[in-house]
């Protein structure tokens, strides 16, 4: 009995023993040991937010913020923003397992921290957003061999990469962008870099050169960010076997020839931006890329029409092709896209009217067409789900009344109208609602009539309102005003006297009305850079403080 008894107190003791959790150090030593390197981290580079809860009294240094253990080893380190600055030490190489390192968006700026290299099973490091300079070491491959992401975006690291930085077998993001590279990059080690997900070479002053034929090597490619790079020539078939990619950046480079029928039909992709280059051509009628979010190809040379099949893109939240030679009409069933938020496509030469439903099926928060030959009246439902920030359509043909949607339209930052052909009154609700977020109003050379409100509300920078039938008294004008133009309008009435609450305003110019009484001396004291009271009804005296042009005014 009594041995049956010892046999299952055995049992349950081995299987107790079985339960405890795995985080629990194996080696008291070695976990002596780490907590010891990591007070030392902690007085060498002083108490940031984070490191400042790094505790001597706290045994258990697994419970310590920005550190990861497995098993009782510390296997991660991520100290962000911490405002470190002293270089990296020695020991912190001296944590064995350590295979997550995050110091990014720090203070560093030393050269590239070749002790480093004795962190054997590193597998992700982030020295992103720093001031590392100097170059890269040419055995910058004497990293860990089990390296699986190495970002050292935002430095300021120079020269040319060296040739080894391809020669890590299990790499899959390397995130080199927004340096000061220059000269040329290693094309084939790069594309030998078979596991690679992510590659971003962006904002790097290299030496012009040809989109590198061997990336289409990369077949596991979901992110390509190669913007800002001085690449030449025509983007080669080769890139069509990228059939993973999510993101395609090319941007701001010298890129020529067309935009490739495969990129109109890319199953994966998500994000293209091709805008600022010398690409031509027109634009494939044949789009089948239907998880395109955003698409950027504007600032080129593009012509044709946009497509038909636009309108399939039911994922497009942004669709930006503005600054290109395309003409024709905008496809209606844009007006149905339902995750439309921005669209941009000013400086064409598109002609007819703006679809019909845009604004009413997609929550709309910027539309810019303005230098175009547009015509018809707005979109009645332009402003149907109240997102609107910004209306730029100056320099068309539009005509007509403002929709009634615009009387809710509260979020409305920027309204620029001017140079068209609008009538009608102007929709008392940009003056008067309290909720109003309007800061620009530019609806001169139109055929507007109305009133203003007593005061206008406080958050108005720029009020440009010349060549319309406005009438009544001019308002007390808010305090971030800094132009208000009002030329040949119907405006009657005097100067508000008090204009001590509008000391940033610079120009003033209400020439051309039906105002009269004497000038305010408080003008005298504005920091006006320029101020036209000509073709009034004004008289008195001349403030002594400022000059004013008061030509065809009554004495």
């Not at 120079?158 to 391809?166: Q, T």
């Not at 990619?245 to 020529?256: D, E, G, H, I, Y």
């Not at 001017?418 to 929709?427: A, L, P, R």
Request: glycine share 6%; aromatic share 10%; with cysteine.
């Amino acid at each position: 009995m009594a041995n049956n008894y010892c046999v299952s107190f055995l049992l349950f003791f081995t299987a107790l023993i079985s339960l405890l959790p795995k985080s629990y150090p194996e080696s008291t030593n070695q976990y002596s040991d780490e907590h010891q390197i990591l007070l030392g981290l902690k007085r060498y580079w002083g108490s940031s937010t984070v490191l400042g809860r790094w505790n001597s009294i706290s045994s258990d240094h697994c419970r310590w913020g920005g550190l990861t253990c497995t098993k009782g080893e510390v296997t991660a380190i991520s100290l962000p923003q911490q405002t470190l600055m002293k270089p990296i030490p020695p020991s912190l190489c001296l944590l064995k397992n350590l295979a997550y390192l995050d110091l990014s968006y720090n203070n560093f700026s030393t050269s590239f921290p070749t002790i480093l290299y004795n962190c054997s099973n590193l597998k992700y490091l982030d020295l992103s957003n720093n001031a590392f300079g100097g170059k890269l070491a040419a055995d910058i491959n004497s990293l860990s061999a089990k390296l699986e992401h190495l970002n050292l975006s935002s430095n300021r690291i120079m020269g040319e990469i060296p040739p080894s930085i391809g020669w890590f077998p299990k790499l899959k993001s390397l995130i080199l962008d927004t340096n000061q590279f220059d000269g040329s990059y290693p094309v084939q080690d790069i594309s030998n870099l078979a596991n690679l997900e992510m590659l971003t070479l962006a904002d790097n002053p290299f030496l012009p050169a040809p989109f590198p034929v061997e990336f289409g090597k990369l077949t596991r490619l979901t992110y390509l960010w190669l913007s800002g790079m001085n690449m030449t020539g025509e983007i080669p078939e080769s890139v069509s076997s990228l059939t993973e990619l999510s993101l395609l950046a090319v941007t701001n480079n010298m890129l020529q020839g067309t935009i490739p029928t495969w990129v109109w039909q890319h199953k994966k992709l998500q994000y293209l931006y091709m805008f600022n280059n010398g690409l031509t051509g027109e634009i494939s009628s044949s789009v089948t890329a239907v998880n395109l979010v955003e698409l950027d190809v504007s600032s080129n040379n593009l012509t044709g029409s946009i497509p038909d099949d636009f309108g399939k893109l039911i994922n497009l939240t942004l669709l930006f092709l503005y600054t290109n030679q395309l003409h024709g009409s905008i496809p209606p069933s844009i007006g149905l896209l339902p995750n439309l938020r921005d669209i941009q496509l000013f400086e064409n030469m598109l002609t007819s009217s703006l679809p019909l439903e845009l604004g009413r099926h997609s929550p709309l928060v910027n539309l810019e067409v303005c230098d175009n030959n547009l015509s018809g009246e707005l979109p009645a439902d332009l402003c149907f789900n109240r997102k609107l920030n910004d209306i730029v359509v100056f320099n068309n043909n539009f005509s007509g009344k403002l929709p009634e949607s615009l009387d809710g339209c509260y979020l409305l930052n920027n309204l620029m109208l001017y140079n068209n052909h609008f009538t009608g009154e102007f929709t008392k609700s940009i003056w008067s609602v309290v909720k109003n977020q309007l800061t620009t109003d530019m609806i001169q050379n139109n055929n507007f009539s109305g009133t203003f409100p007593t005061q206008l509300q406080w958050n108005f920078s720029r009020i440009e309102m010349s060549n319309n039938r406005f009438s009544g008294p001019i308002p007390t004008l808010a305090g971030k005003m800094k132009v208000f133009r009002v030329v040949n309008n119907l405006l009657s009435g005097k100067i508000p006297w008090d204009l001590t609450g509008i000391s940033q305003v610079e120009e003033l110019d209400l020439s051309g009305n039906q105002i009269n009484g004497s000038i305010p001396m408080a003008i005298g004291v504005l920091k006006l850079k320029a101020l036209n009271l000509s073709g009034n009804q004004i008289s008195g005296i001349v403030p002594a403080a400022f000059w004013v042009y008061v030509r065809a005014n009554h004495p």
